[in-house]
């Protein structure tokens, strides 16, 4: 089993790991502790480097199978062995970027459910379009609607807003989740083996059951722009938006 050395700390940018498994023929490796994020939640994997003595690899995908996470590499004449120290070294621009987009699309996120009783029902947070879709929503949005929205949400990022994680138990989640606006029988979606939700709190104005990576200040984000929007189903509104500095 891998320890996520990121649920706890998103700003881990290089860490010391013991490599549980290679499987040669797949070109990937399991390590003890992991600062990678792995591919999930509509959050793209992290990519790097796993540096050992005598060499690098390039890491190029994070997935979980089982309990183990699985670092895929390019193939590579010199590879470590089983049992070696070894040290992970994340790309931090390509991961800083995904941690401004995650949480800016949790702004984004409860500026719909707070201005069009919107809720967010499936994302994909990547580099640069990440986007989030709406229901019910039934409404397409203009060229001028996108940009007052980002207007709007830019000025809720400048006002400086913490961002913070707790883990509460799946009932007590569910019902403080409850509390704050979200509908039961998404929250009940998550499935049941999950016994501990990890809540990502952004100060007074967002709370989210989520297992991404986010700053630790809306600060830190920028600004975001709405590229566009699609229509992808019954009542199912999608904005693409990019962080633009
Ligand atoms: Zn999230």
């Keep these: 089993m891998t320890e996520l050395l990121y ?31 792995v591919e999930g939640g509509g959050q793209e994997t ?19 199978k089982g309990k183990d996470v699985w670092h895929k590499f390019k193939k590579s004449t010199t590879i470590p062995k089983e049992g070696e120290e070894v040290e992970g070294e994340l790309d931090w621009e390509r991961r800083f970027y995904l941690m401004k987009a995650h949480t800016a699309q949790h702004v984004l996120s ?35 609607e996108m940009a007052t929205i980002s207007q709007e949400v830019n000025e809720i990022i400048a006002k400086d807003m913490p961002v913070s994680i707790k883990f509460l138990q ?47 200040s809306t600060s830190e984000i920028g600004k975001i722009k709405i590229i566009r ?3 992808v189903g019954a009542e199912k509104e999608r904005l693409y938006f990019n962080v633009i500095e």
């Excluded at 069009?116 to 947070?125: D, L």
């Design 170 to 216: 799946r009932e007590e989640a569910i019902n403080f989740l409850t509390e704050k606006g979200y509908q039961r029988q998404y929250l009940e979606m998550v499935p049941e083996s999950v016994k501990e939700f990890r809540i990502i709190q952004i100060d007074d104005w967002d709370w989210s059951s989520c297992g991404g990576t986010h700053v630790k």
């Design 46 to 64: 992290d990519k790097g480097w796993i540096i050992f003595q005598g060499g690098k690899l390039e890491i190029t995908k994070v997935q979980k």
């Design 229 to 231: 929007r699609k229509n």
């Design 7 to 37: 649920f706890k700390d998103n700003y881990i940018k290089n860490f010391n790991a013991k490599i549980m498994a290679i499987d040669e023929e797949k070109n990937r490796l399991t390590l003890d502790r992991t600062a990678f994020y």
């Design 110 to 144: 409860h500026y719909l459910l707070e201005h069009f009783g919107a809720n967010t029902v499936g994302n994909a947070v990547k580099q640069p379009d990440t986007r989030a879709d709406f229901h019910p929503l039934n409404h397409n949005f203009t060229e001028e």
